[in-house]
């Protein structure tokens, strides 16, 4: 069973950095990994994917400020962000698939929610301006 564990949340002032790590275990590592926000009222976003062939995946929103990255020795997946704004303020979640070894990288494919099939509990961010 996968299970995914996020940390790092918190709150920084705009214009601020957080780096978001999410503790895996159970997963193969063979399909698409991702980060999603979530603010009340609006529908979960997927920001930032990978997919197993390393191909990266970035939401326009954050394209350019936030990074995904995997050390797989490590079981960990990271989301550094910079230059963080009011409006990235949201609950942020780890996602997997089951794993899809023989599936190509896709955008929709690794960054919507219909895709994943584990998630974290998520962790709350917060940037005040």
């Known amino acids: 069973q996968v299970q995914l564990v996020e940390s790092g949340g918190g709150s920084v002032q705009s214009g601020g950095s957080l780096r978001l790590s999410c503790s895996v275990s159970?997963?193969?590592?063979?399909?698409?990994m991702a980060w999603f926000r979530e603010v009340p009222g609006k529908e979960r976003e997927g920001i930032a994917a990978i997919h197993r062939d390393g191909t990266l995946f970035y939401a326009d929103s954050v394209k350019g400020r936030f990074t995904i990255s995997l050390e797989i020795y490590r079981d960990s997946l990271f989301l550094q962000m910079n230059n963080l704004h009011p409006n990235d303020t949201a609950t942020y979640y780890c996602?997997?698939?089951?794993?899809?070894?023989?599936?190509?990288?896709?955008?929709?494919?690794?960054?919507?929610?219909?895709?994943?099939?584990?998630w974290g509990k998520g962790t709350q961010v917060t940037i005040s301006s």
């Open positions: 996602a997997t698939d089951r794993g899809a070894p023989y599936a190509p990288p896709r955008r929709l494919r690794c960054t919507s929610e219909s895709g994943m099939n584990y």
């Open positions: 159970g997963y193969s590592y063979n399909g698409c």
